[in-house]
């Protein structure tokens, strides 16, 4: 049995690696087969993390997962170039590998597990599906033109599971987890209607919610589990600051 799970990562990432290819060579497929694919790609990894639907890490971990994934689909669509598609298909398939890899140490071999790995992956996951989800989301606004509002509310619902998520696999109790996670959707959701106005490209605007969902996780982590400093919140500032900087200044502005 522990061989069949050890090769789960790899049979995992072969799907998620047909997902992208079956939907860049046949987008008509993007309605039946592609969502088949997803479902069969979350039974793996389901599998992978003992399909225990009663603990709330299960759910936390596949969450996470699954939105980076999907996120990382979405924003696929609506790519033009081959060289760029290829890197974002590699780069969420190697780090879903790499996710999943250090949750099967987790789960079936823990005297290999390294401490605290999962958590600071569920971080890394979380702020790259922001990333992806909010450059997809304002790229549908943009080009498909659906309702604003409908937008904000799939972000925010993005971002509070995200924050759930991130924040209980650091062994935050519920309550806390819960109302950090949703003072932090809200949040940031208003932050993405404001700035979904300014005259940016979505590239830009998603850059600019992936720093303030960084910032807001890091610190309020650091706060919950009783970790924040002056240090801490002086590293994150500057970081934040730099970022914001660094994003205003190469940025181009219509």
């Not at 992208?20 to 979350?42: C, G, M």
Request: net charge positive; glycine share 4%; proline share 3%.
């Amino acid at each position: 049995m522990i061989l069949v799970h050890r090769i789960t990562p790899f049979l995992a990432g072969l799907a998620l690696a047909a997902l992208f290819t079956s939907v860049s060579i046949a987008p008509s497929l993007l309605s039946i087969e592609a969502p088949i694919i997803f479902v069969l790609f979350l039974l793996l990894v389901a599998r992978l993390f003992k399909f225990d639907m009663r603990s709330p890490s299960f759910w936390a971990l596949l969450s996470s997962l699954a939105i980076f994934c999907a996120s990382g689909l979405a924003l696929y669509l609506f790519f033009e170039s081959e060289s760029a598609r290829l890197f974002l298909a590699v780069f969420v398939s190697m780090l879903s590998y790499i996710y999943m890899e250090n949750a099967f140490y987790y789960y079936h071999l823990q005297a290999k597990y390294q401490a605290y790995s999962l958590e600071y992956l569920t971080m890394i996951l979380g702020v790259f599906s922001v990333f992806f989800s909010a450059s997809a989301l304002y790229a549908a606004y943009l080009f498909i033109h659906p309702p604003l509002a409908l937008i904000a509310i799939i972000f925010a619902v993005i971002v509070l599971v995200l924050l759930w998520s991130a924040l209980y696999v650091s062994k935050i109790d519920h309550k806390r987890t819960a109302v950090y996670s949703a003072a932090g959707a809200l949040l940031i959701t208003e932050l993405f209607l404001s700035v979904s106005f300014l005259p940016s490209g979505f590239a830009t605007n998603a850059a600019l919610m992936c720093v303030t969902f960084y910032m807001f996780l890091g610190l309020s982590r650091a706060h919950v589990l009783e970790k924040l400093t002056k240090q801490i919140v002086i590293r994150y500032s500057a970081l934040g600051a730099a970022a914001v900087a660094l994003i205003a200044g190469t940025s181009r502005w219509t």
